[in-house]
């Protein structure tokens, strides 16, 4: 099976709800599911599961604190995050709680195939363990955080702890994880990320505490009273249970193993150093990657609430629109790295390259076939070295380029590449003058505007995995059928012959791309 066919599964982090979704969840929903629909336009059979996260500490102290129940709790919190991801056009196949039933099923299937590899065993847990963070670490690992209070190396409060405890053999499992480091280079990416697990795993692994027994709020062990699975081990396992496992004739059978977690840097150990271990004890193919991204800076400023700085994503799409939001945060942010935003910046690059540049060429072309043409269309006609040339490049743009960049997780590389096609349209059009050619030379003016046409066509589709919305917008006024706008489609010669054939006629363009104003008082602030 080609890699073009061979089915894709791709998943963000599992959320933890304890509070409403940030720019953060924000960030990493949108590139995961850029990567999906470009999957999906490359014609893979593409799987996206996300969802919550809902056991734990945490959420049973959030809920305790408030008065009402865990469940509860869950619900409501789960609900804000289904509705962000409705809001940004996430094309989620599965949204899967881990508080189901079915998660609850799978959680406890891949228990017992860790019990029975010999990998747990019953102890007494005595650590320093983070609510916040929900991990435990060693006393190296701490720092002084004051007033005797000692912080994480995520600077969160830890606390002494003492209960009985399933532990996971992963000390048995560092050899075996250096060698998988070895061998797929790629499995951890960016380097920085797999520098960072290097050297910890390298560091000698210590057996990982598995269970809890001060609360009740997670995933029964099974044949253990008074257990609740450790958070961890029942949130990573929500890549399984999304689908379907352990159900042999479930979409798990088709999917699994992951192409790529798209996860925060901050949680990176979780999923490259505990997850494959229990994968290996399991008897499970691993993942192929694990990706761990940046975080978005306010202004350059990590955003807390002490600050005042967090920003609501829902906010930002309802103000600037969902497309311009998904399209400044992948254009301007170097994915894998820590990027800075603002309020500014989101509107100078959404009116700089999708207002003035793509809206504005898409605009124009439409405009001048409807109003000269009577918005016709003809392929009866042979192109100049101007035409080819332009072809050409567009065409390099959006079937290599573009791709090559998005198979990397390169967006910001990608976009750049569908920029400077964009952008060599919009000289054609100038060089070429149409509105000139009308009374000069009409032939030459119906063939710039055919070129055109053609051209703004495959860069609508290219960057379509991004701005989905204001593509199928423009699409649709192009007459490009639903089922058109794939990469296969790119590679379909004989289409614009068809669709002139066809009778289909161009009528008064709509703008895809409104320009966005900010209001006074924001200021003209640097990102």
């Known amino acids: 099976m080609s890699q073009q066919s061979a089915p894709f599964y791709i998943t963000t982090a599992i959320s933890y709800p304890n509070g409403r979704p940030h720019i953060g969840h924000a960030y990493e929903a949108i590139a995961t599911d850029v990567m999906a629909r470009f999957q999906r336009a490359r014609g893979r059979n593409v ?9 734990g500490l945490k959420m049973f102290q959030t809920a305790r604190d408030q008065g009402r129940a865990t469940i509860d709790l869950a619900n409501e919190m789960s609900g804000y995050f289904r509705e962000m991801y409705a809001k940004l056009n996430i094309s989620y196949d599965m ?6 039933p079915a998660h609850h099923a799978a959680s ?5 195939a860790m019990e029975a590899n010999g990998d747990l065993y019953l102890d007494r847990y005595e650590g320093w363990y983070s609510v916040r963070d929900e991990a435990f670490y060693d006393e190296s690992e701490l720092t002084d955080g004051g007033e005797g209070i000692r912080l994480s190396p995520q600077g969160t409060p830890v606390e002494w702890t003492v209960e009985e405890s399933w532990f996971f053999r992963l000390s048995n499992y560092q050899d075996r994880l250096l060698a998988l480091y070895r061998d797929n280079p790629d499995f951890i990416r960016p380097e920085s990320r797999r520098n960072e697990v290097l050297r910890f795993v ?12 001060s609360f009740d709020w997670g995933v029964p062990v099974p044949g253990s009273p008074g257990h609740v699975m450790y958070v961890w081990v029942d949130a990573l396992t929500t890549y399984l249970s999304g689908l379907g496992y352990p159900d042999p004739a479930s979409d798990f059978g088709t999917f699994w193993p992951a192409n790529i977690h798209m ?14 271990a229990f994968l290996m004890s399991a008897n499970l ?5 694990v990706f761990g991204h940046g975080f978005l800076l306010n202004r350059g400023e990590k955003m807390s609430k002490s600050l005042g700085n967090v920003v609501d994503p829902m906010a930002l799409a309802e103000r600037f629109g969902v497309d311009a939001l998904r399209y400044y945060l992948l254009r301007e942010v170097s994915f894998g790295q820590d990027g800075s935003y603002s309020a500014e910046a989101i509107v100078r690059t959404a009116n700089a390259d999708l207002a003035n540049s793509f809206g504005n060429l898409a605009q124009r072309s439409l405009s001048m076939i409807f109003k000269n043409l009577g918005g016709e269309l003809s392929a009866d006609y042979t192109p100049a070295q101007d035409d080819i040339d332009l072809f050409h490049l567009v065409n390099l743009s959006a079937k290599d380029l573009l791709p090559r960049a998005f198979e990397q997780l390169a967006f910001s590389v990608g976009i750049e590449e569908w920029l400077r096609a964009v952008f060599a349209c919009n000289q054609y059009v100038d060089a070429q003058a149409p509105w000139a050619l009308r009374k000069s030379d009409p032939e030459r003016m119906r063939v710039v505007l055919m070129t055109l046409f053609q051209a703004v066509r495959t860069l609508a589709i290219a960057i379509r995995p991004v701005v989905p919305t204001a593509a199928d917008n423009l699409l649709d006024q192009m007459g490009i059928a639903p089922d058109a706008r794939d990469f296969a489609a790119l590679a379909d010669a004989d289409w614009f012959a068809r669709l002139a054939a066809s009778g289909f006629t161009v009528g008064q363009p709509v703008p895809i791309f409104p320009r966005l104003d900010l209001p006074e008082e924001e200021g003209e602030g640097e990102a």
């Open 108 to 112: 406890q299937a891949i228990w017992k």
């Open 95 to 100: 949204f899967m709680r881990t508080s189901d």
């Open 202 to 213: 390298e560091g000698g692994l210590k057996d990982l505490s598995v269970s809890r027994t």
């Open 263 to 276: 996860i925060g840097k901050d949680i990176v150990r979780f999923h490259t150093v505990y997850w494959p």
């Open 285 to 289: 193919p691993l993942p192929r990657q």
């Open 47 to 55: 799987r996206l599961v996300t969802g919550t996260d809902e056991h």
